[in-house]
T-cell receptor, first 115, second 115 residues
Framework: AQKVTQAQTEISVVEKEDVTLDCVYE???????LFWYKQPPSGELVFLIR??????QNEISGRYSWNFQKSTSSFNFTITASQVVDSAVYFC????????????FGKGTTLSVSS | DTGVSQDPRHKITKRGQNVTFRCDPI?????LYWYRQTLGQGPEFLTY????????KSRLLSDRFSAERPKGSFSTLEIQRTEQGDSAMYLC?????????????FGSGTQLSVL
């Protein structure tokens, strides 16, 4: 069965701190896709990144970076120099196809960044 | 703007009543998805259309739930004989056709409260 675990329910940091959101997944598929989504207070889920199971290269996009390690089944997300606008719920998700149909989401991590 | 419009934003109904939600893509998409999100949880996949064909249904989609996409554009999700456990945010998501970097764009959702 496929499963995504985000053990951190809530994280609070002060602006400019770095923060890492953990994601551990379970799947028996050899080909799968991992995603991160952001859900700000407005409610819309915003796509952040997709990574396939054959690409373990870490990725950096501005203040965001992702660390994918198949050996530990983890896909962690780090925000460097956090800002108040980063406050949101962040979801890690798993799918067997690149389009992300039938996404399996974790329960989310609520990040609060204070000034 | 994600190109996904959902109506209504909020719906309050009494237990046992039928409700219908609508999802309107602003531009052309060939894949449309419905997800459900309860408080403190990640979204759960319900069903998926490619054009007008409903290709995948979650076991979460009981007999009281029916989704349609009659002309391959807008979609409706109907819940018959609503129960209090149906209270949730119902999210519609779309993906662009022929994209090598396909990803889901979510709408703001319809918040259903069953009294």
């Amino acid at each position: 069965a496929q499963k995504v675990t985000q053990a951190q329910t809530e994280i609070s940091v002060v602006e400019k701190e770095d923060v890492t959101l953990d994601c551990v997944y379970e799947t028996r598929d050899t080909t799968y896709y991992l995603f991160w989504y952001k859900q700000p207070p407005s409610g819309e889920l915003v796509f952040l990144i997709r990574r396939n199971s054959f690409d373990e290269q870490n990725e950096i996009s501005g203040r965001y970076s992702w660390n994918f390690q198949k050996s530990t089944s983890s896909f962690n997300f780090t925000i460097t120099a956090s800002q108040v606008v980063d406050s949101a719920v962040y979801f890690c998700a798993l799918s067997y196809n690149q389009a992300g149909t039938a996404l399996i989401f974790g329960k989310g991590t609520t990040l609060s960044v204070s000034s | 703007d994600t190109g996904v419009s959902q109506d209504p934003r909020h719906k309050i109904t009494k237990r046992g009543q039928n409700v219908t939600f609508r999802c309107d893509p602003i531009s052309e998409h060939n894949r449309l998805y419905w997800y459900r999100q309860t408080l403190g949880q990640g979204p759960e996949f319900l069903t998926y259309f490619q054009n007008e064909a409903q290709l995948e249904k979650s076991r979460l989609l009981s007999d009281r739930f029916s989704a349609e996409r009659p002309k391959g554009s807008f979609s409706t999700l109907e819940i018959q004989r609503t129960e209090q456990g149906d209270s949730a945010m119902y999210l519609c998501a779309l993906s662009f056709p022929s994209s090598t970097n396909e990803k889901l764009f979510f709408g703001s959702g319809t918040q259903l409260s069953v009294l």
